[in-house]
């Protein structure tokens, strides 16, 4: 049974086609979510010009609609961002910063556009900090209107002050690939849930 779909918003400050943990840590996610019915899809946002901004969409060139659409198609969306300097990246802000327009945008019975949808969050990085970046994007995701499941999180943070990435890894520790299980299982789980029962109209 596929029916659901899941889109990774890849917020790697590295562009295509180079190796990027975000996006393997990310790819692991999807994969778990595939067991449980869900067709896939994920993208780098840094691959695309992102204007800054609230808006929806910031005029001539700007690719976020496009991205936004994407996201609106989906029945979950995974956020996975890389530690910068103990926050999230950059271009994760961005993200948050242009879904921020979608506060004000409604469906046909008056409920934030983002409602119903599940997120969830996937967070890399060789320094401490994963837990205060994941509840920087859980808030803001939040805010805006996703839900999120029990253990909606995953992450991987190597030694402090090692240059060893998750993508160096020979093989996803056991801790990691058993919180991306738990995370997907329980997106899946929800989505269906929503789906079925959407919140209250306004």
């Known amino acids: 049974m596929t029916d659901l779909s899941a889109v990774a918003i890849v917020c790697?400050?590295?562009p295509s086609p180079e190796p990027s943990s975000s996006e393997l840590?990310?790819?692991?996610?999807?994969?778990?979510?595939?067991?449980?019915?869900?067709?896939t899809a994920s993208l780098r946002v840094v691959d695309h010009e992102v204007k800054p901004g609230v808006k929806?969409?910031?005029g001539d060139g700007?690719?976020?609609?496009?991205?936004?659409?994407r996201i609106l198609a989906a029945d979950?969306?995974?956020?996975?961002?890389?530690?910068?300097?103990?926050h999230p990246c950059s271009v994760a802000q961005r993200v948050l910063e242009r879904l921020d327009a979608d506060l004000s945008e409604t469906d046909d019975q008056g409920r934030p556009i983002m409602f119903g949808k599940v997120a969830a969050v996937a967070v890399v990085g060789n320094e401490d900090g994963a837990h205060k970046v994941i509840?920087?994007?859980?808030?803001?995701?939040?805010?805006?209107?996703?839900t999120f499941p029990a253990q909606g999180s995953t992450y991987w943070v190597g030694e402090a002050m090692h240059t060893v990435d998750y993508k160096d890894l020979?093989?996803?520790?056991e801790v990691v690939a058993a919180a991306s299980a738990v995370l997907s299982r329980n997106a899946a789980h929800l989505a269906r849930v929503l789906r079925n029962e959407n919140y209250p109209p306004a």
Do not use: C, Y
């Open 62 to 69: 700007d690719e976020w609609p496009a991205i936004r659409a």
């Open 170 to 173: 020979d093989t996803i520790p």
């Open 12 to 14: 790697s400050l590295t």
């Open 135 to 146: 509840a920087d994007m859980m808030q803001g995701m939040n805010d805006v209107g996703f």
């Open 25 to 39: 840590l990310a790819r692991h996610v999807l994969d778990e979510l595939e067991k449980h019915g869900a067709t």
């Open 56 to 58: 929806v969409d910031m």
């Open 76 to 86: 979950i969306v995974v956020l996975a961002t890389p530690i910068w300097m103990g």
